[in-house]
């Protein structure tokens, strides 16, 4: 589905990729994208990923377009991002948060997105996977229901 929607988002005007949580996600180049993407996530798991890149294929453009920014969503601001000079301020940007909401705290998730509202555009496309915390918290609540 995400990888539909940043597709689409692209082909709509969208003019940068956010991605919050990256991970090892390789959507930044897999997906034949041609605008920029932003990869957020903590420096450890940047170093990892780098060096799984370097033994794709990929051409120095894929490379080029893929911007990792260093970000621990529990102790800094995903404002870092602004900081970073081919990201574009106020732009329509295709913004994901999958796979995170469930690791840091709802408050953080809730700050990450304000943060991010004030970074991008109108017509700003967000996706977002959630995982209820009665997952968590009490198991039984969610086999009742």
Known sequence: ???????????????QLLILGAG????????GLKIPCFEVDRPEVHALKK?????????????????????D????????????????KGARTIV???GVSQYIP???TAETLAQVQALVGTGSVLGI??????????NAEILEK
Do not use: I, M
Not at 1 to 15: I, K, M, P, T, V
Not at 24 to 31: C, E
Not at 129 to 138: K, T
């Open 96 to 98: 994901l948060l999958e």
């Open 1 to 15: 589905y995400l990888d539909d929607l940043c597709s689409e988002a692209e082909r709509a005007g969208c003019e």
């Open 106 to 108: 709802k408050e953080s």
């Open 73 to 88: 969503f529990n102790k800094e601001s995903v404002r870092k991002v602004g900081e970073n000079p081919h990201f574009k």
């Open 51 to 71: 060096a799984g890149l370097d033994d794709l294929d990929l051409t120095d453009e894929q490379r080029a377009r893929v911007h990792h920014v260093a970000v």
């Open 24 to 31: 090892y996600d390789t959507r930044g180049v897999r997906l």
């Open 129 to 138: 996977s959630y995982v209820n915390e009665a997952l968590f918290d009490d």
